[in-house]
């Protein structure tokens, strides 16, 4: 049986959401209705926001951009996190970092395997490039987001659109988890594995894991970073504006202790006539002013994007040079991070010996 689902909107009355059927793929919402329940949304996030950030565009200075970046994740992942008709929202942007609506279309795509799911992104008019990983597509089997939705924390309805959330707004590193390795991307004071398999320029991710479920976990020098992005063409970044590095060692830190997730309950969201008022006056609390800027994680034009405050120091992570400064470029020639689709990843180090079994 087809899903449909009424729409939930004042935009546009009476009117269902339905999946579209090709094959053995199955798509929602139904790509022929994406314009129309883009436009209804717009109507809505645009309409109750204030005009100086209702109408931010490519020239709009960076505080205002913040503003509507900050309105669209209140917007997506407050107001619209749990939707009766399972539409689900993520902000998207432009290259020019002007934040927008992006409707979620879920394509589920059944083999004898089992079901993969993979996912795009539209608002106005037309898809955004779909996101890929270091130069790959990205799959997920269904295992990982049943288990996703049965071991990770997350508010009663919103287990898509918070696993989205996790996956396409983070840092990404992978370090081997016991015979093949994980990507780690942080969520509640702990984090998440999730495990995969690189093949035909796709990562395909086959489950979602705890630190609890992992056995053995280890790092590597250099880390495995890897990058979201829009569109296919990639160039690995020489330059971050983070520490791959780190984040492996505090996910290492984070096994050992075992750590677990502190997530907790938040009140009701307002409705967004409400909260789209208070944008301004929520983000100026949070640190945020006239000399802060937004920008797109290191330099790639992606769905990850970071707030630059003025007072905090400019940091640029140039591991190559470093290396090179100390007189360690040897590490240089066992960097396993891909420099774009092709090739096969280098063989998983063994863990050390203090790391084969996790504490408890």
């Known amino acids: 049986m087809r899903q449909h689902e009424p729409f939930d909107s004042i935009y546009l009355d009476k009117f269902e959401v339905v999946e579209q059927v090709k094959g053995r793929t199955r798509l929602y919402p139904h790509t022929e209705q994406l314009p129309a329940i883009s436009r209804a949304l717009n109507l809505e996030f645009y309409g109750a926001l204030p005009g100086r950030i209702a109408r931010v565009d490519a020239r709009a200075d960076h505080f205002?951009?913040?503003?509507?970046?900050?309105?669209?994740?209140?917007?997506?992942?407050?107001?619209?996190?749990?939707?009766?008709?399972?539409?689900?929202?993520?902000?998207?942007?432009?290259?020019?970092?002007?934040?927008?609506?992006?409707?979620?279309?879920?394509?589920?795509?059944?083999?004898?395997?089992?079901?993969?799911?993979?996912?795009?992104?539209?608002?106005?008019?037309?898809?955004?490039?779909?996101?890929?990983?270091?130069?790959?597509?990205?799959?997920?089997?269904?295992?990982?987001?049943?288990?996703?939705?049965?071991?990770?924390?997350?508010?009663?309805?919103?287990?898509?659109?918070?696993?989205?959330?996790?996956?396409?707004?983070?840092?990404?590193?992978?370090?081997?988890?016991?015979?093949?390795?994980?990507?780690?991307?942080?969520?509640?004071?702990?984090?998440?594995?999730?495990?995969?398999?690189?093949?035909?320029?796709?990562?395909?991710?086959?489950?979602?894991?705890?630190?609890?479920?992992?056995?053995?976990?280890?790092?590597?020098?250099?880390?495995?970073?890897?990058?979201?992005?829009?569109?296919?063409?990639?160039?690995?970044?020489?330059?971050?504006?983070?520490?791959?590095?780190?984040?492996?060692?505090?996910?290492l830190a984070l096994w050992k202790r075992q750590a677990p997730f502190k997530f907790e309950s938040s009140p009701p969201f307002p409705p967004w006539k409400v909260a789209a008022g208070r944008v301004e006056d929520v983000t100026r609390r949070q640190g945020h002013g006239e000399r802060s800027a937004l920008v797109f994680l290191d330099g790639l034009y992606s769905p990850v994007v970071r707030i630059r405050n003025p007072d905090a120091p400019d940091f640029c992570y140039d591991l190559a040079a470093i290396l090179r400064t100390t007189g360690c470029e040897q590490f240089l020639a066992r960097d396993p991070s891909p420099d774009g689709p092709d090739g096969i990843d280098p063989p998983v180090p063994p863990p050390h010996i203090e790391e084969r079994t996790s504490p408890g």
């Open 64 to 251: 205002r951009k913040i503003l509507l970046h900050e309105a669209a994740w209140a917007f997506c992942n407050g107001v619209n996190a749990a939707r009766t008709d399972k539409l689900r929202l993520l902000p998207m942007y432009t290259p020019d970092l002007v934040a927008k609506i992006g409707v979620v279309q879920h394509i589920t795509a059944h083999s004898p395997p089992g079901p993969a799911h993979s996912f795009r992104f539209f608002s106005g008019h037309d898809f955004f490039p779909d996101i890929h990983l270091s130069g790959h597509r990205i799959a997920f089997a269904d295992h990982v987001l049943e288990r996703f939705s049965s071991r990770v924390p997350h508010h009663v309805g919103e287990d898509i659109a918070t696993f989205l959330t996790v996956f396409f707004t983070n840092e990404i590193v992978a370090v081997p988890v016991g015979q093949s390795r994980a990507f780690i991307v942080p969520y509640c004071e702990s984090f998440l594995a999730f495990t995969f398999k690189r093949r035909d320029g796709e990562y395909f991710i086959t489950t979602c894991l705890t630190a609890k479920q992992i056995n053995t976990m280890t790092t590597e020098m250099p880390a495995y970073a890897v990058n979201l992005h829009y569109g296919p063409a990639f160039t690995k970044p020489r330059q971050r504006i983070w520490v791959p590095e780190g984040e492996a060692d505090d996910a």
